[in-house]
């Protein structure tokens, strides 16, 4: 009897240890990866987009003096109301008035001149058709004619050059408008084409805003906007495109848009800080994230995650375009499918993985 129970405790210990070398030859159960995803849907065409900017006049006048010189006053103040024709600055015209008077006795000497040689011809002319002169006294009396006229034009261009010399010595406003900038203070002494002041003309008002590159081209043909202050969104105005800089700023790399205001609200002053939204002339696709993209040379493509499996597979995908913080698919998706979003570098088709967010 003890000896049979010896046996069958062999039996049983032979039983346990092939049953333990059988669990573990058994491969593990391989753990499921945790992956950020996102379910994705349908993009609608025309996306809002909206702008910052301000309003400005839609003509603004540097105003500033032709000739260089001492500035004695400035006669207007940043939000004066100006009209056409009306005194902005003077300069010291001492030196222009000598020069005028200077101009003005070349002209009278000249002018006396003249007529002393159209005597001269004239008496000569009497006395050549009496046979008392002779042709070379008449010639020399013609040639002094003639040469009096040439001094007296030129007397009189350099008359009216100096009064218009003096005349630059005076600045004033080509518009009625405000003014909204001075460049320069009584007692400076300014330099030709130096702003004195910057005139608002009165002929209209446009919003101008920065605007990337990406969203120029992404504008339909004839944007309309709808532009309002940011303070109060009510007072509003309706209004369309009237110039796209052709250059970007090389510091922002935008482009200044000015944007023409429609009939704008009297509150919508200058300076204004204002919002402008218009619809972009974007195709319908589905947008994901920029980090769901695996890039293998010329083709895109993203994780697809089984939604009963919970295992990944990697199909490739149409881009349409690319947006700073995401991508616009135009095939390869459907709407309602979950796709990792981030550590697609380091999946494996077939792979199980464990979703953290963006899907359930």
């Given at each position: 009897m003890r000896g049979w129970l010896s046996a069958a405790s062999v039996a049983t210990a032979v039983v346990a240890s092939l049953l333990g070398g059988c669990e573990q030859d058994k491969p593990p159960v391989p753990e499921a990866r945790p992956v950020k995803s996102v379910v994705v849907g349908q993009r609608p065409a025309g996306e809002p987009v909206m702008l910052t900017g301000q309003v400005r006049a839609r003509t603004e006048i540097n105003l500033a003096f032709r000739l260089?010189?001492?500035?004695?006053?400035?006669?207007?103040?940043?939000?004066?109301?100006?009209?056409?024709?009306?005194?902005?600055?003077?300069?010291?015209?001492?030196?222009?008035?000598n020069t005028l008077l200077q101009a003005e006795a070349l002209l009278s000497a000249a002018r006396a001149q003249l007529v002393e040689a159209r005597n001269t011809y004239a008496r000569q002319n009497g006395l050549l058709s009496k046979g008392f002169a002779s042709n070379a006294q008449f010639d020399q009396a013609q040639q002094a004619l003639e040469s009096a006229e040439a001094q007296v034009t030129s007397a009189e261009a350099q008359v009216k050059s100096a009064r218009e010399q003096l005349g630059y010595t005076i600045l004033t406003a080509d518009t009625a408008g405000t003014v909204i900038a001075t460049g320069a203070e009584a007692g400076e002494v300014v330099a030709a084409g130096q702003p004195v002041a910057q005139i608002a003309s009165d002929g209209g008002r446009d919003a101008v805003f920065a605007v990337s590159g990406q969203i120029i081209r992404a504008l339909p043909e004839k944007p309309a906007f709808t532009v309002a202050l940011t303070e109060d969104a009510t007072i509003a105005a309706s209004g369309h495109i009237r110039e796209i800089a052709p250059q970007a700023d090389p510091v922002t790399r935008t482009y200044t848009v000015k944007v023409a205001l429609d009939t704008p609200p009297e509150a919508m002053q200058l300076g204004s800080t204002v919002s402008g939204t218009t619809l972009l002339d974007a195709p319908e696709g589905i947008e994901v994230p920029s980090s769901a993209i695996v890039q293998g040379g010329t083709s895109s493509a993203v994780w697809v995650v089984d939604a009963k499996e919970l295992t990944v597979s990697l199909r490739d995908v149409a881009v349409a375009r690319y947006e700073p913080a995401s991508v616009i698919l135009s095939g390869g998706l459907q709407p309602g499918e979950t796709i990792v979003t981030a550590g697609v570098q380091s999946l494996h088709p077939g792979q199980k993985v464990r979703l953290l967010g963006g899907a359930t």
């Open positions: 260089s010189g001492h500035m004695i006053d400035r006669a207007v103040r940043v939000g004066d109301q100006v009209a056409p024709g009306q005194v902005i600055a003077h300069l010291d015209d001492q030196i222009q008035k």
